[in-house]
RNA sequence: GGGCGAGUGGCGGAACGGUAGACGCAGCGGACUUAAAAUCCGCCGGGGCAACCUGUGAGGGUUCGAAUCCCUCCUCGCCUACCA
């Protein structure tokens, strides 16, 4: 389908004949972008001209785009992130500004290691050459990066400093070490990401995946959730992904209530927001994993049937247990719980659906008042106690009577000397009265965990912590790092963490005592990388520091962030929390990174998110070689407004292509009449021809909405808005030489962020010095873009019934006047009476009448 | 199961509570051409000869006025997974 397209327009595209007209070698009267792109490039490339320096010495200005994944070859899908943003940088270059816009590379992670291991090369040349190749095509699309500003996050001049955040962190014991399952496949014997498991099987072997207890490091992430949901106030980002953030760290508030294990006393911690119904607990639950469990059973005649449970558990993926559908499953632990409150004792059961890393890994069971646990009390047969009446039958007890838990707020009923009292009150009573008997607490939680940062992979920023026999776990000395990535690895995919097989990286000394050692073998997750990587773009290429501290404190933080939804709750708030904890060891002046963020929506292909493993792409390639980068970037901004998604239709490009072209063919075969003085010409006498006048106001009219329309992303429109005003030029072939300088001129400068190529070529061919793109952003005329005429409607009852024709200026009591003397209203309004009057100037009349 | 978005002509979309369908694609008509392509100009939601009627996923509501705001439901996309 797509590659038929390509080849109509290539036979279109060469059948045409090259000719030069006589004198204007320099300028072709025919479009070829293929041609001018080239040009422009090479110039750009030589001159330098996007280099920071450009704009030095004016207000600055910040724009990142999220960071690319070094894939390789790139579509269409792929760049519009780096599109949307690249109009935004060169309309901030315009609009007076100093403008950091550098590119950057995600260049650690798992893809490369996959490449590695399938074709037995390198991650690090796999990785470099396709960096190299995706330079070329930046390049191509005419995105105006300086590439000295590049920041690489597998070069060792960057990891370096990766270690050097990770020891900062362990220092201010951010960083810490506990013992934490991991995706295993035992026939690879390799630790598992993820998305490596694919419906609880090994995507490489399709064995069963299990779970291994490893020792891995975190970062203590939940220590900042507060600051993560209070900081959003001062961010302007879409309340969308504010509010995605906010449920996934999931602040939680309520109380943590302490069973006691019966006999023996222990206490079993257990966390409710639902503290109102306690006195309806009829059993407790503990997570297969919970600490106790195996205390609890040793011994006892349940102790196979509970060690069974647990391991058919464990050889579970994550995916697979918690799936909601998943069956409810538990044991009993043979044990009861006695419940504070009440005294009573209740059964005690491990279940899949307790997880052991939320709250304590033990849950009380209200099956009266909560939709799993009604579920899971019916399978299993334990009692229903009601505690909460509703409101409408404040003293309803019967459990039998329940058809399914009652879960809304009502009156504490079998609830002792809170009985009768609203349950919302009894929410804070019941909490007082077990925090004076010191048999619970009020607590917060979050859904948020700590961060696990270990990955037991080689292409990742080794962990700079050794292990010595005498000293024990001992940090890397910052003077001492980088810890360079051994080259002596093989890549089989099989083993331990990678690093284990190299014995030149894992044996070394202790810095301490001198003595052996060895190394973590691990690698940190590459949102560690993507955490601190705007920071380096201050000062990337220093050797001595991770950041100069002048530059970052001027730099930073980036003014507009432009990226994808997908990374809302993920890179969005790690990056967020590194920023705040590196503010609160003292090393930044400021503590959120991003100020401002613009989401770009996905792109589609006949229906599907475009992207290469399911084959629906369209190759940048392609699309530059048969329309050129303008019109791929134009086209690629017009098809959707650029925060939503956007379905690639092939045929619509030949629109842009026409739009594109038909502005290059006016400029172009009027350049002769261009007068580089129409500003004075103008200034010296208005003209007056009709034609004049209406290309006059649709000039400023077009500048005025491309200009809100850039400053609001709102791109597909403000490309509307161009279209229109060329359109205007074609059936305006009367205007004066003036007015024709005057609509070229701002024409080429508003195309430049969109069409840079061909911006810079229009100017070149107007006579123009320097370059369109450093030129400053034109302002608009509001006295010759305001229409003096406007056709005003005058509704009955909200319908449209009449159209006038008025100045712009007409007062509302004029309009009122025209509307009740038309004659078609008058005939409408026969035998009715008028009410009401609304009068909108300029907009309409709408007549309120009845009998 | 939860969260976040989105539903407008044949299609992509436009419309910061005020003439629904800008702009573009496709389609139709015309000019140019021996002819076709390209180009340029015009028409283009549905019904009706017309006046007019009707129309923004469905149903309610608020308002002088709703694609837009509120409630209920349906469909699709993305993110997430039993959070006590």
Redesign the pocket.
Known sequence: MYLCALCVFVV?FSSGSPRQPPGKASMDDKYSPQQIEAKWQQRWREQRTYSLAATAGKPKFFLLEMFAYPSGDLHMGHVRCYTVGDVQARYRIMKGFHVLHPPGFDAFGLNAENAAIQRQIHPGDWTESNMKRMREQYERMGFSYDWDQLVVTSHADYYRWTQWLFLRFYKAGLAYKKKAPVNWCPSCATALANEQVKDGLCERCDSVVTKKLLDQWFFKITQYADRLLSNHEKLEWP??IK??QR?WI?R?T?VEVDFTVEGTGAKIPV????VDTLFGVTYLVL?PEHPLVNELVAGTDREADVREFQERMARQSE?E??????P??GVPLGVNAINPATGEAVPLLIA?????D???????GVPAH?T?DFAFAKEKGLPIRVVIAPPSDPTATDSAALQDAYVDPGVQVNSAQFDGIPSTEAKERIADWLEERGTGRRQV?T?LRDWLISRQRYWGAPIPILYCDKCGEVPVPEDQLPVVLPSDVSFTGKGESPLAGSPTFVNTTCPTCGGPARRDVDTMDTFVDSSWYFLRFASPQDETQAWDAGLVAHWLPVDQYVGG??H???HLIYARFVTEALHDLGLLPFDEPFTRLFNQG?VYLHG??MSKSRGNVVPLDAMCDQYGADTARCFEL????PD????W?E??V???W??L??AY?YVVTHRERFQADWRSSLAASAPTGEDDQAVRRKTHQTLQRVTEDLERF?Y??A??GL??LV?EL??RPGISDTVLSEAAELLTLMLSPFAPHLGEELWEGLGKDGMAAFQSWPEADAAVAREDV??V?V?I?????E?LSVPAETTKEELERLAMASD?VQALLEGLQVK?I?V?PG??V?L?VGK
């Open positions: 279109r309340e969308e509010t995605m449920h999931g939680s309520g966390f409710t927001t639902r997570a995916i247990r918690t799936a909601t559908d998943a409810k499953e899949n659906y307790v997880l052991v939320y709250g304590t890994g033990a849950v009380m909560d799993r939680n859904r939804r997908e809302a709750t993920m996905t599907k998110k017009f098809i959707a407004p939503e998604q956007a379905e239709n045929k619509g030949e629109g842009v026409r739009f072209r038909r063919t709102h597909n429109t490309l509307a279209m229109e359109n074609y059936v406007v056709e409607v509704q009852n909200g319908k449209v019934r159209k078609k009401k609304i909108v907009k309409l709408n309120v």
